[in-house]
């Protein structure tokens, strides 16, 4: 391993660290009014388009409660809208609603700014390479996440046909 135990900490340290400094810095006041995490439920809705709440919750890695509080309270401050499955008439899909979606850009460009004055002093290159590395570090993630997942997924295959 190329990096040392301290060294990896100190990222996990510096990741939580900037995730908070990214929310109480960078927040709307309209997200106040949602459950933490509402607005990336919501992001990741739209990223995900119309779809069924339990895969929306494995997509981002929270329980199915826990999507459905945040659901319930968005499809209630109108930002998402449940509609007829048209392959299961039985199921509902969610998707974003034309409010959302005004939501989200309204949050979005408020965010862009915040961040641009943050970055005044940096240059593009600068700002650019962070991007780039932030985006290897979580694609990187994403990889291990899904070998994990597959793996997994693997071990139980095989336990259910022991058991049978």
């Not at 981002?60 to 509609?83: C, F, K, P, Q, T």
């Amino acid at each position: 391993m190329a990096v040392s135990p301290d060294t990896a900490q100190g990222v996990l340290d510096e990741l939580f660290l900037i995730s908070r400094a990214l929310r109480r810095s960078l927040a709307q006041p309209e997200e106040g009014n949602l459950l933490p995490g509402g607005i990336s439920v919501l992001v990741n809705l739209e990223m995900a388009g119309p779809c069924r709440q339990v895969e929306l919750a494995c997509q981002i890695g929270i329980s199915a409660s826990a999507m459905s509080r945040h659901i319930s309270e968005l499809v209630s401050d109108g930002y998402v809208v449940r509609n007829t499955d048209p392959s299961d008439a039985r199921a509902t899909r969610v998707e974003v609603s034309p409010a959302g979606r005004e939501l989200l850009a309204r949050i979005r460009e408020s965010r862009v700014r915040g961040l641009q004055e943050v970055l005044a002093d940096w240059t593009q290159d600068d700002a650019e390479r962070a991007r780039q590395i932030l985006h290897t570090l979580r694609s990187r993630l994403i990889e291990r996440d899904s070998r994990s997942a597959a793996a997994d997924h693997q071990k139980h295959s095989e336990e259910r046909v022991d058991v049978d």
